[in-house]
C-alpha cells in the first residue's frame, strides 16, 4: 500500500488530453514539493516534472504539473503513442522521513 | 552529462547480504547532491530505500534501516549499496539516482540492475 494514491490506469486517445491524480496529506504533499516520474516499459524513470510544475531541459511543455493542498496532478496534452508509460508521484514525508512514492499510473493511449 | 551505472551480483542467497555499486561519470560526487537508491520489485512500484552526500551523512527508508548501509568513495566517485539478511520480498530492479535533497527529487538514474533473491 503506497502512501501516495494514484488511479492504476488512464486512457485517452492520440492528441486528446489526460490528467493524473496524486492524492496524499499533511505530512507529504501537503507540506512538501511534487515530482512526477515517466517509466517507459523495461527503461529506468525519468524526471518529468520537479518542486510542483517544473520542467527540466529536454522535457516538452505538452507536460504540465500542479499541486492544491494535499493532492497533486499531471497533465499531458497532445497525448502521443510514445507517452504510453508507467507514471509516479514523489515527494518527502515529513513523518516517515522518507522519499515516497505513489503505486504508479499506466497511461494507455488509445 | 551526468551518467550512473549499477554493478553488483544479479544473485543472492537468502539471508545473506545485496551488495551494489553505482559508478557516477559526468559530475563529481564530492561538488554536492546526495546520491540514493531505489528499488522496484517485478511489476510493482518504486521505493526508496536511502541517501547519502559525499560527506557520508546519510538517510534511510526507516522500514529498511536495520537492514541498510550506504557508503560513498570520492576517490573512485562511486557510492555503494549494502542490504542485509535478504530475502525473495527484496528481489528487485535496483537503481542509483543523484537525489536533490530539500526538493526531494532525483534527476540522473542509472539504468538499473535486477536483483534475485533465491537459493
Known amino acids: 500500500q503506497s502512501v501516495l494514491t494514484q488511479p492504476p490506469s488512464v486512457s485517452a486517445a492520440p492528441g486528446q488530453k489526460v490528467t493524473i491524480s496524486c492524492s496524499g496529506s499533511?505530512?507529504?504533499?501537503?507540506?512538501?514539493?511534487v515530482s512526477w516520474y515517466q517509466q517507459l516499459p523495461g527503461t529506468a524513470p525519468k524526471l518529468l516534472i520537479y518542486e510542483n510544475n517544473k520542467r527540466p531541459s529536454g522535457i516538452p511543455d505538452r507536460f504540465s504539473g500542479s499541486k492544491s493542498g494535499t493532492s497533486a496532478t499531471l497533465g499531458i496534452t497532445g497525448l502521443q503513442t510514445g507517452d504510453e508509460a508507467d507514471y509516479y508521484c514523489?515527494?518527502?514525508?515529513?513523518?516517515?522521513?522518507?522519499?515516497?512514492f505513489g503505486g504508479g499510473t499506466k497511461l494507455t493511449v488509445l | 552529462q551526468v551518467q550512473l551505472q549499477e554493478s553488483g551480483p544479479g544473485l543472492v542467497k537468502p539471508s545473506e547480504t545485496l551488495s551494489l555499486t553505482c559508478a557516477v561519470s559526468g559530475y563529481s560526487i564530492s561538488s554536492g547532491y546526495y546520491w540514493g537508491w531505489i528499488r522496484q520489485p517485478p511489476g510493482k512500484g518504486l521505493e526508496w530505500i536511502g541517501s547519502i552526500y559525499h560527506s557520508g551523512s546519510t538517510y534511510y527508508n526507516p522500514s529498511l534501516k536495520s537492514r541498510v548501509t550506504i557508503s560513498v568513495d570520492t576517490s573512485k566517485n562511486q557510492f555503494s549499496l549494502k542490504l542485509s539478511s535478504v530475502t525473495a520480498a527484496d528481489t528487485a530492479v535496483h537503481y542509483c539516482?543523484?537525489?536533490?535533497?530539500?526538493?526531494?527529487?532525483?534527476?540522473?538514474w542509472g539504468q538499473g540492475t535486477l536483483v534475485t533473491v533465491s537459493s
Open positions: 499533511s505530512s507529504n504533499i501537503g507540506s512538501n514539493y
Open positions: 514523489g515527494t518527502w514525508d515529513s513523518s516517515l522521513s522518507a522519499v515516497v
Open positions: 539516482a543523484r537525489h536533490t535533497s530539500g526538493y526531494d527529487f532525483l534527476d540522473y
